[in-house]
């Protein structure tokens, strides 16, 4: 059974940085494509990074330069590091894997699993 846990968001003040954690049970975040996703309320889900199984990634262009994904294979653990955070980057926080995809992780299609998500509000 797969199931992704997330941790580390929190309130911080616009220009400041988190972390986030996605520890996978179940599945290797090693093997097929992962993303983490966001949703503010009243709006769409967003994907806002992606890594392949090769450690490929890819970002849309509100983040990029800012956030950047990673993994830990040893740990089985998908991160999110993001920096100079902006008020409009407050939301719910998911990571998801594609057990369909090695490569090509872009788009919101093919997200099978997801974890519960965790809050990141950016105050001005």
């Known amino acids: 059974q797969v199931q992704l846990v997330e941790s580390g968001g929190g309130s911080v003040q616009a220009g400041g940085s988190l972390r986030l954690s996605c520890a996978a049970s179940?599945?290797?975040?090693?093997?097929?494509?992962m993303a983490w996703f966001r949703q503010a309320p009243g709006q769409e889900r967003e994907g806002v990074a992606y890594?392949?199984?090769?450690?490929?990634?890819g970002y849309p262009y509100s983040v990029k330069g800012r956030f950047t994904i990673s993994k830990d294979n040893a740990k089985n653990t998908l991160y999110l590091q993001m920096n100079s955070l902006k008020p409009e980057d407050t939301g719910m926080y998911y990571c998801?894997?594609?057990?369909?995809?090695?490569?090509?992780?872009?788009?919101?299609?093919?997200?099978?699993?997801w974890g519960q998500g965790t809050q990141v509000t950016v105050s001005s």
């Open positions: 998801a894997t594609d057990p369909g995809r090695r490569f090509a992780c872009g788009g919101n299609s093919g997200y099978t699993y």
């Open positions: 890594i392949d199984s090769h450690g490929g990634t």
């Open positions: 179940g599945y290797t975040v090693s093997t097929y494509c």
